[in-house]
């Protein structure tokens, strides 16, 4: 069964830097797109970005332009977040979601969630 | 980018209610519209895409429909594990953007 497992919880200081991984199992890595979307606390849902594992292909949120980075190892099949500067407003659960057959920017699986705190 | 909006933003309900959820694009996505629900603590789940199929293992008293710009999220015979929180995305084009929620109260 598809499977999406995120890396643990991070407390980071302003400015500083957060990676997030999300290890796939249970389909073949490279034959769908996959996605981060982040919710802060009490709030909706905001996509980020998408990378397509095949080729490295990105498309980000314009909004984080310049500050994330998503990368994959087709070895390991893992997707990996990076987001830079990072300022109080970033603090917010990130999910890992794998897009759904045949439609690319329909999320049909999703990772677990990671929290990630954005404090002095 | 293609802004959803849903009405209503919370809605109270009870067991055994037919409830409607709306959502709007600012722009015809044809039937490029997804639901999810959300509960508390835990990650989106898909429940609805292209409008009204519905995802293997939702219940059937799951449904949507509409096309073009106004959609609507039906569930009709609410159960106790229908109370969450419903989104709807569209899957038109990028970037992929989601309404804003409907948090599905017990009364």
């Known amino acids: 069964q598809v499977q999406l497992v995120q890396s643990g919880a991070e407390v980071k200081k302003p400015g500083a830097s957060v990676k997030v991984s999300c290890k796939a199992s249970?389909?073949?890595?490279?034959?769908?797109?996959l996605h981060w979307v982040r919710q802060a606390p009490g709030q909706g849902l905001e996509w980020m970005g998408w990378?397509?594992?095949?080729?490295?292909?990105?498309n980000y949120a314009q909004k984080l332009q310049g500050r994330v980075t998503m990368t994959r190892d087709t070895s390991i099949s893992t997707a990996n977040m990076e987001l830079n500067r990072l300022k109080s407003d970033d603090t917010a659960v990130y999910y890992c979601?794998?897009?759904?057959?045949?439609?690319?920017?329909?999320?049909?699986?999703w990772g677990q969630g990671t929290l990630v705190t954005v404090s002095s | 980018d293609i802004q959803m909006t849903q009405s209503p933003s919370s809605l109270s309900a009870s067991v055994g209610d037919r409830v409607t959820i709306t959502c709007r694009a600012s722009?015809?996505?044809?039937?490029?519209l997804i639901w999810y629900h959300q509960k508390p603590g835990k990650a989106p789940k898909l429940l609805i895409y292209?409008?009204?199929s519905l995802q293997g293992g939702v219940p059937s008293r799951f449904s949507g429909g509409g096309s073009g710009t106004d959609f609507t999220l039906t569930i009709s015979s609410l159960q106790p594990e229908d109370f969450a929180t419903y989104y709807c995305?569209?899957?038109?084009?990028?970037?992929?953007?989601f309404g804003q929620g409907t948090r599905l109260e017990i009364k």
């Open positions: 979601a794998r897009s759904r057959e045949g439609a690319s920017l329909s999320l049909g699986y």
């Open positions: 995305q569209q899957s038109y084009s990028n970037p992929i953007t």
């Open positions: 249970g389909y073949t890595f490279t034959g769908y797109y």
């Open positions: 722009q015809s996505i044809s039937t490029y």
């Open positions: 990378i397509n594992p095949y080729s490295g292909d990105t």
């Open positions: 292209g409008a009204s």
